[in-house]
């Protein structure tokens, strides 16, 4: 079945830096690859989707790459912010009629 | 437009007892989706649905029932709760899976089973 790995459970990062989070899974490229941001006592929310035809996606400060070949999305945010910390969560969206296989999710943390 | 919505919000129960959890859309999704979330974990997927009428089991299904007899609507039933059944669960929609369509969430459902 397919796996999906998001590498670190938390992170930690000075404000002003370059925020990476990694998400790696197994066996068949998905179609697509989402990210969510999810803040305590909420639902997750939609940030950003990459096809598996594409290298790299952007959004404001946000930049998602897609490596079919490392099997690996990595998810970047640039000049963080302390309100940028949340949970992030990853999404293999697999072709088909198969529903969204979620990451556990990286925790960010962006201290001031 | 409300987006997804979840009733309750917190829930207390004792072993045994049954509830059942309400999931409401006005997106006019044709899918839906019952996750459970615990610390490390991550988001589970208990159930789902593809269109009125129909469901179809996720990960986690066992002690778990659901329904979609309306295409706005989602239910999940607990027929008899257990400790184990603690947690936060989730309903999501999208029009669409495997084609790019992103889900939205609701609020979340706050269970606790003493």
């Known amino acids: 079945s397919q796996k999906i790995e998001q590498n670190s459970e938390a992170l930690n990062i000075q404000e002003g830096k370059t925020a990476t989070l990694t998400c790696n899974y197994t066996n068949y490229s998905p179609a697509y690859l989402q990210w969510y941001r999810q803040d305590p006592g909420r639902g997750p929310v939609f940030l950003l989707l990459?096809?598996?035809?594409?290298k790299e996606k952007r959004k404001e400060r946000l930049k998602v790459t897609f490596d079919t070949t490392l099997k690996q999305s990595l998810f970047h945010i640039t000049a963080s912010q302390p309100a940028d910390s949340a949970t992030y969560l990853c999404a293999l969206d697999m072709p088909g009629n198969t529903p969204l296989v979620f990451g556990k999710g990286t925790r960010l943390s962006v201290i001031a | 437009n409300a987006g997804v919505t979840q009733t309750p919000k917190f829930r207390v129960l004792k072993t045994g007892q049954s509830m059942t959890l309400l999931c409401a859309q006005d997106?006019?999704?044709?899918?839906m989706y019952w996750y459970r979330q615990d610390p490390g974990m991550g988001l589970r997927l208990i159930h789902y649905s593809v269109g009125e009428g129909t469901t179809a089991k996720g990960e986690v299904p066992d002690g778990y029932n659901v329904s979609r007899l309306k295409k706005q609507n989602f239910l999940l039933g607990l027929e008899s709760a257990a400790p184990s059944q603690t947690s936060v669960y989730f309903c999501?929609?999208?029009?669409?899976?495997?084609?790019?369509?992103?889900?939205?969430f609701g609020p979340g459902t706050r269970l606790l089973v003493l």
């Open positions: 999501a929609s999208s029009s669409q899976t495997g084609a790019g369509e992103t889900q939205y």
């Open positions: 997106m006019n999704h044709e899918y």
């Open positions: 990459i096809r598996e035809n594409e």
